[in-house]
């Protein structure tokens, strides 16, 4: 996933199969709220 912040680019490398994708969003979205969180 790729997102924007202040711009900066932020890329979220995870991976995973077709059949745990959902989880690999899920996962990803949590990062990038958590980076949005930490960030100062």
Known sequence: MRYEADKEVVLLLLG?????????IDKAIDCWQDYQRRKP
Do not use: E, L, Y
């Open 16 to 24: 995973g199969d077709k059949r745990k994708q959902q989880a690999d």
